[in-house]
């Protein structure tokens, strides 16, 4: 029961928040772009658990990157743009 092959390579696998010192699943996919950086069909994502949508948000609104918001299920990737 106790594999110890259950947990190699699992973790990687789920998506979690990109919020510094989070472990939580991500459930919000923020898509941004600087433009100073970036083309601007461009799209970088951070993920984000329910807690920290909020807050990485508004670091990329502040700034003016912040191009969308979108739950983690429906979150398809643009070409072009990069996973995190
Ligand atoms: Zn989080």
Redesign the pocket.
């Known amino acids: 029961m106790n594999s110890p092959d259950f947990f190699s390579g699992s973790e990687a696998d789920i998506p979690t928040?990109s919020?510094k010192g989070?472990r939580?699943a991500a459930v919000w996919v923020l898509a941004w772009n600087n433009p100073k950086l970036h083309a601007p069909e461009r799209r970088k994502t951070w993920l984000?658990?329910e807690?920290?949508r909020e807050h990485l948000s508004q670091f990329l609104g502040v700034r003016g990157f912040l191009k969308d918001v979108v739950k983690f299920d429906e979150w398809e990737q643009p070409e072009g743009s990069e996973r995190p």
Do not use: Q, R, S, T
Request: proline content about 0%.
């Open positions: 928040c919020a989070c939580d984000a658990c807690e920290h």
